[in-house]
């Protein structure tokens, strides 16, 4: 039973355009999401967050919105570099500080100079 | 620096061995977790400790047994190994306030 779907195993955009990168999930308890990133050969790193209070939040090049209702969240990435170019993972956790992390299976993002 | 660091970082054994993966923080972190890779590209949990406690057990065969010696390091011990334990096992730590930060994994291949 995948918890957190990323439908989307690859994607392709062009250097300096808008990378959307989408993310569901099933379980109403989780309330805390976060997106990593993740480069062959290394472990995933941390990107940016959002708490189920929120509807988004900003760093930088990187944005993420959750629309609860849906049960769906995005990372935009803007404008795309091609050191974006990784595979990104949707985790979400049912509550911040005791995280058991459910991952989705990834999308790979690959940024066209 | 390497926050969580994990070796070997590549494994490779016959049906049967026993293994061990090892993992140590320097962060100072309260949680530490392994996670299993698998060739379908899942990232599921396996178990997590608090302070040498463990906390999180998913439905892992017994021949998974995680060992905390104390907060800043978790090793893994899988005995009796079979083709299905190929994966990649990534160690990652955290606490109350910081995210998940992760190892560099351990891909381990059973032959």
């Known amino acids: 039973d995948q918890q957190v779907k990323q439908n989307s195993p690859s994607l392709s955009v062009q250097e300096g355009r808008i990378s959307i990168l989408n993310c569901d999930y099933t379980?109403?308890?989780?309330?805390?999401f976060l997106w990593y990133k993740k480069y062959p050969a290394e472990g995933p790193t941390f990107l940016i967050s959002?708490?189920?209070?929120?509807d988004k939040n900003e760093d930088g090049r990187f944005t993420v919105f959750l629309n609860k209702s849906a049960k769906h969240l995005s990372l935009h990435i803007v404008p795309s570099q091609p050191g974006d170019s990784a595979v990104y993972f949707c985790?979400?956790?049912?509550?911040?500080?005791?995280?058991?992390?459910?991952f989705g299976t990834g999308t790979r993002l690959t940024i066209i100079p | 620096d390497t926050a969580v660091s994990q070796t070997p970082k590549y494994l490779v054994t016959q049906m049967g061995n026993d293994k061990s993966i090892k993992c140590e923080q320097n962060?100072?972190?309260?949680?530490m977790y392994w996670y299993k890779q698998d060739s379908k590209k899942f990232l599921k949990i396996m178990f997590s400790?608090?302070?040498?406690?463990?906390?999180i057990n998913e439905t892992v065969p017994n021949r998974f047994s995680p060992k905390s010696p104390d907060k800043a390091h978790l090793n893994l011990h899988i005995n009796s190994l079979e083709l299905g334990d190929s994966a990649v096992y990534f160690c990652?730590?955290?606490?109350?306030?910081?995210?998940?930060?992760f190892g560099q994994g351990t891909r381990l291949t059973v032959v």
């Open positions: 990652a730590s955290s606490s109350v306030n910081t995210e998940a930060f």
């Open positions: 379980n109403s308890m989780f309330d805390y």
């Open positions: 959002i708490s189920s209070i929120k």
């Open positions: 985790a979400a956790s049912a509550n911040f500080g005791n995280e058991k992390l459910t």
């Open positions: 962060l100072g972190h309260d949680t």
């Open positions: 400790y608090n302070n040498k406690e463990l906390i």
